[in-house]
């Protein structure tokens, strides 16, 4: 299986539309990998909280998702197209991830559980996701979470439970807690013997540097792609899903929980 992260960079003098069709022509070049990811809210900023309610789009109709569509179905790829600000029919703002299926068909949501901000920004401004979330690819079960649910096992362990295989965790994670990013992906490989994919943004979201730093881990925590900084590029690694199956059993650590 080959795995592609797209660690695209967020300029806000950036018109939103322009960043679209780049990140559209990123998916684009990546035709021939199996699975390829965005960051968290690439669109607007993780940090910009003040352009929440305007960049706030629907998840099937919305600008991002008819872009992102037609990128994944033109590359033939299953494609995490990182999160949006979406506005659900009720007008209530949820941080939502998009996966879309080689066909180009919205395959999963996954609405973020756990916001950012302790009583500011994000947790003030988006309601909460309150199940999580798996998509079954022809290889494996991917599970999903967004950024600062990665401090948060417990969701993880639920999604081993469900049958996932691998980890996606798109991300707008700041540079000040830039080596939290990679202890917390690490462990979270080796906790549930899974692969990881942590994809970060690069630049700069209001004020606040970004960590980059995107990843591509296995079932043993070891890194087989990084990205050594918060530029805008591409990481791609090969890797076996049997992986999985095989560390689980000859280190077969699930089989002792107590808990």
């Known amino acids: 299986m080959r795995a592609s992260l797209i660690q695209i960079g967020v300029d806000p003098d950036e018109p939103v539309n322009s960043r679209r069709d780049r990140a559209a022509s990123f998916v684009r070049d990546q035709s021939g990998a199996d699975l390829v990811v965005l960051p968290e809210l690439w669109t607007v900023g993780a940090f910009a909280f003040d352009r929440f309610e305007a960049e706030a789009e629907p998840v099937r109709t919305g600008p991002t998702a008819e872009v992102m569509a037609q990128a994944a179905g033109d590359a033939r790829v299953w494609l995490h197209a990182g999160s949006i600000v979406e506005r659900a029919p009720d007008g209530a703002l949820y941080n939502t991830s998009l996966v879309f299926s080689p066909d180009g068909e919205l395959a999963r949501t996954?609405?973020?559980?756990?916001?950012?901000?302790?009583?500011?920004?994000?947790?003030?401004?988006?309601?909460?996701?309150?199940?999580?979330?798996?998509?079954?690819?022809?290889?494996?079960?991917?599970?999903?979470?967004?950024?600062?649910?990665?401090?948060?096992?417990?969701?993880?362990?639920?999604?081993?439970?469900?049958?996932?295989?691998?980890?996606?965790?798109?991300?707008?994670?700041?540079?000040?807690?830039?080596?939290?990013?990679?202890?917390?992906?690490?462990?979270?490989?080796?906790?549930?013997?899974?692969?990881?994919?942590?994809?970060?943004?690069?630049?700069?979201?209001?004020?606040?540097?970004?960590?980059?730093?995107?990843?591509?881990?296995?079932?043993?925590?070891?890194?087989?792609?990084?990205?050594?900084?918060?530029?805008?590029?591409?990481?791609?690694?090969?890797?076996?899903?049997?992986?999985?199956?095989?560390?689980?059993?000859?280190?077969?650590?699930?089989?002792?929980?107590?808990?």
């Open 110 to 259: 996954y609405r973020k559980i756990h916001r950012f901000g302790f009583d500011r920004g994000e947790v003030t401004l988006m309601s909460a996701g309150d199940e999580p979330v798996t998509v079954s690819l022809p290889a494996l079960t991917v599970g999903l979470a967004t950024c600062y649910d990665l401090r948060f096992p417990e969701l993880f362990r639920a999604l081993t439970d469900a049958g996932s295989q691998l980890l996606v965790i798109p991300a707008g994670w700041p540079d000040q807690r830039a080596a939290h990013w990679t202890l917390l992906a690490r462990a979270r490989a080796v906790e549930n013997q899974c692969y990881v994919l942590a994809c970060g943004t690069a630049g700069t979201h209001a004020g606040v540097p970004q960590a980059g730093r995107s990843a591509i881990i296995d079932p043993w925590g070891e890194m087989l792609a990084e990205a050594p900084d918060a530029t805008e590029q591409v990481i791609t690694a090969e890797f076996d899903p049997a992986q999985v199956a095989k560390v689980r059993e000859d280190f077969p650590a699930l089989k002792d929980r107590v808990l």
